[in-house]
């Protein structure tokens, strides 16, 4: 479906219920807010599934949105959302039921009726603001919404994903009438203190390989509870290591609490495609930012990283 069809179907239909990914980021709890704002302008009635892993930080795009647990939708919609595995407890009910995905991950498994996909966009949001602009006007609220998910998705324009078009839809965005600074200043030039002494922790325990240009560091559950640290003070803490001086290719390790390893890599796609490693390791996404679970000890996935890892290169 292209946005101008999405746009007409969502015009056609109602009662909608929109989805979220599991571990949600600013794209999809952004779509999922600018989305249901504007269906409801044009007269929809229109809710979010509730979350239960939203974090203080994104929890006030959704609050007033969310649906009452007796809500009976006629049309899903999820968004930002690639494949099955990514549906949270909640939303399993729809897993055969999404009539509309909203997307912009080439990794996208086809699980719904119709799919609005572009794998050229950076963010999301880029694509629910060409839908939404098609049928609604664009209010300060659905632009801040809408900027949350293109300026996270993009580290405040500043990943390798960031083009031309991504600035211009910001600027639409802004028009909007929005005050970004904020915005800004909450998303990306303010940490938690708990945050900085995990990044402190990040640093001691960081192994470098290639020469400095793959760094690996190891997020323990042993660090997080001696800092306290929720899952706000860790929100994208996967870029933090790719912040280092000649280092192209980053990897998070994260303990979960039940027995597994989430694995992240932030990757100089020239230099290794993150996508094709991950993929190796049961997981996947975009060719610069993938990731993957696995169970097991840090150290057993440890191994299992380095081996991908030199597999895609010499391979
Ligand atoms: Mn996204």
Do not use: W
């Not at 929809?44 to 930080?57: D, F, G, V």
């Not at 060409?130 to 998910?149: D, K, Q, R, S």
């Not at 640290?229 to 996967?238: K, L, V």
């Amino acid at each position: 479906m292209t946005p101008q069809e999405a746009a007409a179907f969502l015009t056609a239909h109602d009662r909608y219920l929109i989805l979220t990914h599991v571990r949600p980021d600013g794209d999809t709890i952004g779509c999922a807010a600018g989305l249901c704002r504007a269906l409801r302008q044009v007269g929809k009635i229109a809710y979010i599934l509730e979350n239960p892993e939203i974090t203080s930080l994104f929890a006030g795009y959704v609050d007033s949105l969310t649906a009452k647990a007796d809500f009976i939708p006629d049309t899903v919609v999820s968004v930002d959302m690639a494949a099955r595995s990514l549906f949270p407890e909640g939303a399993k009910r729809y897993l055969d039921r999404v009539d509309l995905a909203i997307d912009h991950h080439p990794s996208q498994e086809f699980f719904a009726r119709a799919t609005c996909l572009d794998s050229k966009k950076a963010a999301c949001g880029q694509i629910v603001f060409e839908i939404v602009g098609a049928f609604a006007h664009i209010t300060p609220e659905i632009g801040e919404a809408l900027y949350v998910a293109v300026s996270t998705d993009c580290g405040c324009f500043q990943y390798s994903n960031t083009d031309a078009d991504v600035h211009r839809t910001a600027a639409a965005l802004m028009d909007s009438g929005f005050d970004p600074y904020p915005v800004n200043r909450k998303f990306f030039r303010t940490k938690t203190l708990k945050r900085l002494r995990l990044e402190s922790m990040l640093v001691s325990g960081m192994e470098l390989r290639d020469e400095g240009a793959t760094a690996l560091v190891f997020l323990t559950r042993a660090m997080i509870d001696k800092v306290g640290a929720d899952e706000r003070d860790m929100d994208d803490i996967s870029a933090f290591v790719g912040q280092i001086e000649g280092v192209k290719n980053g990897v998070t390790l994260k303990e979960t609490t039940d027995g597994h390893v989430k694995i992240s890599l932030r990757t100089d796609p020239g230099d290794l495609n993150a996508s094709t490693v991950c993929a190796l390791l049961g997981g996947g996404g975009h060719a610069a930012a993938a990731g993957a679970m696995m169970a097991g000890t840090m150290e057993q996935v440890r191994q299992r990283v380095i081996d991908a890892i030199e597999q895609v290169r010499n391979g």
